[in-house]
């Protein structure tokens, strides 16, 4: 019979469900399952650190997402932004669901082509495209966002050799009442470079403008800001009827919508605060249905999001290596995920949840990684149970942008899951090994011998 811990008694504070001094209330549940399947036994089977992602979420949450659109406005088509996350599985899951893709490099693009989408079903963002990468986006008939002139122009030199007419449309940016603004890329509205790059479209003759684009920032808190750009890609495609009599076929808002995650220095956490698609999804339907559009010629709304889409369907499973106490007494963990795993958590409060029954002793703790690096935290001050050496816990909120920007650095990247609709775990990602990890190293035959 195993021996009781002891735990020292304490006086405990009232609380109630709304903030106090002493911060948010403490959550006194443990994550045990995900989808049904017990956190335990995914690292028996898989090991620790896990990355575990729910079918069931992914497709729930995209579903809410296109229903919050597609009851406001008649023309809706996502794309999904394989930076965010391109797993195959988990992209094959949005194309599944309806989905176009979304890409901004040549190795993203063949994903998706090797993912079974359709050319014509590809949009290719980013201001790196190789020769080679559009003269493939044009023989696919691909939709080609211009990013700035020198790609203009190396699109209309294509057009010599190339017997396809490209498909395109330009990327601009804006003043939307979000400061920073976001204009690295595209042409600005406000100073002529959006109509200054349309003109010069139209003149060549060459190419087929079918569309306008827009990405005004990312994990945006305003969604009046999308109200706006979508008022502003109107005028610019109105304008285009005007003088052209050409009509666009689509505006593109990009992403950009914030996950339920905490950004860091939030006083209330971002699951009451952040907006929601339905908020989205009013502002921009209200400013194109508003637009002078003829009823019979309303462009298709795409949209590329991507975090507020998949961020909630991921989790990370790990282990506690020890405890201790700094210089001032402050109890810090130490756990087996760093942020060469977890880059997000420079920028979020992640949520961490014990995996197992626990003390209700709550203490404000430093959560570090295992890097040998200063900076190496996970979290800077959280209120959480006692976690001993061997406890397991659960890092909610990840399945954006983790699994693409993670780094081999110190440790091996760990195994990715998927658990599915019928509660069975997938492999879709194996672990790192040695061999892997040495497969693309050489070593020069002088270097192979020495003495110490």
């Not at 493939?136 to 050799?161: C, G, P, R």
């Not at 009509?247 to 996950?259: A, Q, T």
């Not at 508003?290 to 909630?312: K, M, Q």
Request: contains cysteine.
């Amino acid at each position: 019979m195993e021996k009781l811990r002891y735990e020292r008694p304490l006086i405990k504070r009232l609380e109630s469900e709304m903030p106090n001094k002493f911060g948010m209330k403490a959550e006194h549940f443990p994550k045990s399952h995900i989808d049904g399947v017990a956190v335990k036994d995914l690292i028996e089977a898989h090991g620790s650190p896990l990355f575990v992602l729910s079918e069931k979420t992914i497709r729930n949450t995209y579903q809410r997402a296109k229903k919050a659109f597609s009851t406001r406005y008649p023309k809706v088509q996502f794309a999904w932004s394989y930076k965010t996350n391109y797993m195959d599985a988990v992209c094959n899951i949005y194309h599944q669901e309806g989905s176009w893709a979304e890409v901004v490099s040549g190795f993203e693009y063949d994903k998706a082509i090797k993912n079974g989408v359709p050319g014509k079903r590809i949009i290719f963002n980013g201001p790196d495209k190789t020769i080679a990468d559009l003269t493939k986006a044009i023989q696919n008939e691909s939709l080609i966002h211009i990013d700035h002139l020198d790609e203009l122009y190396t699109i209309v030199e294509l057009t010599e050799t190339i017997k396809k007419r490209p498909r395109v449309a330009i990327r601009v940016n804006m003043d939307t009442g979000v400061y920073p603004m976001w204009d690295r890329f595209g042409f600005n509205y406000e100073n002529g470079q959006a109509w200054d790059a349309l003109n010069k479209i139209m003149a060549s003759g060459k190419m087929d403008l079918i569309g306008l684009h827009t990405h005004i920032g990312t994990f945006m808190l305003s969604a009046k800001a999308y109200g706006v750009a979508a008022r502003k890609l109107a005028d610019l495609a109105l304008g285009l009827k005007r003088k052209y009599n050409h009509e666009v076929k689509y505006i593109d808002l990009g992403g950009g919508f914030p996950s339920k995650n905490t950004l860091k220095g939030a006083y209330l956490p971002g699951n009451d605060t952040n907006p929601v698609f339905d908020d989205f999804a009013e502002e921009i339907a209200s400013a194109l249905l508003n637009a002078e559009f003829s009823p019979d010629a309303l462009p298709l709304l795409i949209l590329e999001t991507g975090r507020a889409l998949v961020d909630d369907a991921g989790f990370l499973l790990g282990t506690v290596i020890s405890n201790k106490r700094s210089s001032k007494g402050k109890r810090s963990t130490i756990i087996d995920i760093g942020v060469n795993l977890l880059f997000t958590s420079f920028w979020y409060d992640h949520k961490i949840t014990p995996a197992q029954d626990f003390t209700h002793f709550n203490e404000e703790t430093t959560v570090f990684g295992p890097l040998c690096m200063n900076i190496d935290v996970i979290r800077e001050s959280a209120v959480l149970p006692l976690l001993n050496k061997g406890d397991h816990f659960v890092i909610h909120t990840v399945g954006a942008y983790n699994m693409t920007q993670w780094m081999q650095f110190i440790t091996l990247r760990p195994r990715i899951v998927l658990i599915g609709l019928d509660e069975k775990v997938h492999i879709i990602r194996e672990a790192e090994t040695m061999d892997s990890f040495n497969k693309f190293e050489n070593m020069p035959d002088y270097l192979k011998k020495f003495e110490l």
